[in-house]
C-alpha cells in the first residue's frame, strides 16, 4: 500500500517537473519568472504541497523520494536561472533595439535660447559707457521718499512731484522708486570728493496708465559724472558718441531744453527716427524725431547732497530707457510685449 503511495508520489514529482517546465518555456517576463517561482517552488509552491505527503510513508521509502524531489528541485531552479537570464539578455536587447541611433537620418534643429531684448539693450548701454570709463553701479529700487524726491531737489509739497506718478509702501516714507536718480545720492555719498563717472541701470515703478509706450515697470540706465571743470559740452560729447554707436554713426541728434528739479539747465535729447530716417511715421508720430533721454547738468544743490563741493565740483547726468530704445531698434510697436513673456518677441529681433 505504502508503496503504492510512494509511487504516486514519485509519479506527481514527474508530472510536476514536467508542468514547470512548460509553465516556464512561456514566461516572457522577469514578473512571470517571478509568479512561477512562486506557483512551484515557494514554500506554498505545489512542490511542497506534494512533499507535504512524506509523512505517509514509511521511513524506507522517505529517502528515494526526498532525493528525487530535491533533483526536481534543483533541475527548475536552474531551469529558472537559465530562463532570467535569457529574459533578461532579451531584454536588454530590446531597449538597445529601441533606443539605437539610425545616423543615416537628417538632424533635429536644436532650438537656441536668445537673451530678452532688455537684456541685449542694456548690454549695449553698458558696452558702450564702461568703454569710455564709466563704471556700472547698482542702486536699490525700494527707497525713502528723502532719496526719490528731497535729495533731488524736490522737498515734500514740490510740484514737480507730480510728473512721478508713485507707488508707496505701507510703511510711511517708503516707496517704489519712480526713477534711477536716487541712485546718483548713493554714488555720490559713496565716493565724495572723488571724481565719479557712473551708470546706474535697475528697473523703476511708476503708478501710471500702461499703454502701448510705458509700463508700470520698466528699466532706467541713469548716467553721472562729477568732477572739476565739467561742463554742459561734455555732457552733449558723451551723449553723441553713445547715440553714434547705439544707433550707428551720424545718426542725426538734437537737444531740447526741458526742466528737472535736479539738473540745471535741462535737456531731453532725441534722435531721428530709425525707420523713417526722420520723414515722419506711425512710430514717430509723424514728428520724424524719437526722445531717447533727459539730462542735465548737475543741480548745485545736488551735489551738496551728494557731499560735494559745488564751488569746486560740477557735474552731468542723464537718465535713459533702454525699453523704448529697444522698442525703436526692433521696430516693435507696443512695449507691453516685453512682459508677457511670449516667445515669438524674440523671434523678430
Ligand atoms: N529721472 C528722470 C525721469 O525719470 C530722467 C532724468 C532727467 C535723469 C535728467 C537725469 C537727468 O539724471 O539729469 O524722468
Not at 34 to 55: F, M, Q, V
Not at 160 to 181: E, I, Q, V
Not at 232 to 246: C, P, T
Not at 332 to 346: A, K
Request: glycine residues 8%.
Amino acid at each position: 500500500m505504502s508503496n503504492i503511495v510512494q509511487q504516486d508520489i514519485l509519479q506527481q514529482l514527474k508530472q510536476l517537473q514536467k508542468d514547470a517546465e512548460t509553465a516556464l518555456a512561456h514566461a516572457k517576463s522577469a514578473e512571470a519568472t517571478r509568479n512561477w517561482y512562486s506557483e512551484y517552488l515557494s514554500r506554498k509552491g505545489r512542490l511542497t504541497g506534494i512533499l507535504r505527503n512524506l509523512g505517509s510513508l514509511s521511513a524506507a521509502e522517505r529517502p528515494l523520494v526526498g532525493k528525487v524531489a530535491n533533483e526536481v528541485k534543483a533541475v527548475l531552479e536552474n531551469a529558472l536561472q537559465e530562463r532570467q537570464a535569457a529574459i533578461a539578455q532579451a531584454e536588454l536587447e530590446a531597449v538597445r533595439r529601441a533606443e539605437s541611433i539610425d545616423v543615416t537620418l537628417p538632424g533635429r534643429p536644436q532650438n537656441l535660447g536668445k537673451l530678452h531684448i532688455t537684456t541685449r539693450a542694456l548690454r549695449d548701454i553698458y558696452a558702450i559707457f564702461t568703454a569710455m570709463g564709466f563704471q556700472i553701479y547698482d542702486s536699490p529700487e525700494v527707497e525713502t521718499d528723502e532719496y526719490n524726491f528731497q535729495l533731488l531737489n524736490m522737498p515734500p509739497g514740490h510740484p514737480a512731484r507730480d510728473m512721478w506718478d508713485t507707488f508707496y509702501t505701507t510703511t510711511p516714507g517708503l516707496l517704489l522708486r519712480t526713477h534711477t536718480s536716487p541712485g546718483q545720492i548713493h554714488a555720490m555719498r559713496e565716493y565724495a570728493p572723488e571724481p565719479i563717472r557712473v551708470i546706474l541701470p535697475g528697473k523703476c515703478y511708476r503708478y501710471e496708465q500702461v499703454t502701448a509706450r510705458s509700463e508700470s515697470m520698466f528699466y532706467q540706465v541713469e548716467g553721472l559724472a562729477v568732477g572739476k571743470h565739467i561742463t554742459f559740452s561734455d555732457l552733449k560729447g558723451v551723449l553723441i558718441n553713445f547715440a553714434n554707436q547705439m544707433y550707428g554713426e551720424g545718426r542725426e541728434a538734437r537737444f531740447r531744453k526741458s526742466y528737472f528739479p535736479f539738473t540745471e539747465p535741462s535737456v531731453e535729447m532725441d534722435i531721428a527716427c530709425i525707420l523713417c530716417n526722420g520723414k515722419g511715421c506711425p512710430i514717430c508720430k509723424y514728428t520724424g524725431w524719437l526722445e531717447i533721454l533727459g539730462a542735465g547738468v548737475v543741480h548745485p544743490r545736488v551735489l551738496e547732497y551728494g557731499g560735494y563741493d559745488p564751488t569746486e565740483f560740477s557735474g552731468f547726468a542723464f537718465g535713459m530707457g533702454p525699453e523704448r530704445m529697444a522698442l525703436q531698434k526692433y521696430s516693435i510697436d507696443d512695449i507691453r510685449y516685453f512682459y508677457t513673456n511670449d516667445v515669438r518677441l524674440l523671434e523678430r529681433v
